[in-house]
Nanobody, 115 residues
């Protein structure tokens, strides 16, 4: 089970940190990612960190967002800087098992970037 948190209303140019906590002891065996979704649009990948530590980002957030994981604490974090109005969305934490092809999702946390 994943529980994500940290969403809020923030002004353009501001920063926000999203957190995801995983229950169970096998978090280290999963690729972990943040996705976001705007109503009426497809859910899109924001950033991903694999079991092996490889990281990738959507082009739209490169240089502004940083994803990190702590397997001991079973947490996934998304540090978001220089936020733009187009970052407004519901953000979801995801854990994907790379060989079993199973997915777990957080309940979503809303980020609103507006003045």
């Amino acid at each position: 089970q994943l529980v994500d948190s940290g969403g809020d209303l923030v002004q353009p140019g501001g920063s926000l940190t999203l957190s995801c906590r995983a229950s169970g002891r096998t978090f280290r065996l999963y690729d972990a990612a943040w996705y976001r979704q705007v109503q009426g649009k497809q859910r899109e990948l924001v950033g991903k960190v694999t079991v092996g530590g490889a990281i990738e980002y959507a082009d739209s957030v490169k240089g502004r967002f940083t994803i990190s994981r702590d397997n001991e604490k079973r947490t996934l974090t998304l540090q978001m800087n220089s936020l733009k109005s187009e970052d407004t969305a519901v953000y979801y934490c995801n854990a994907h098992h790379p060989t079993l092809y199973t997915d777990d999702w957080g309940q979503g946390t809303r980020v609103t970037v507006s003045s």
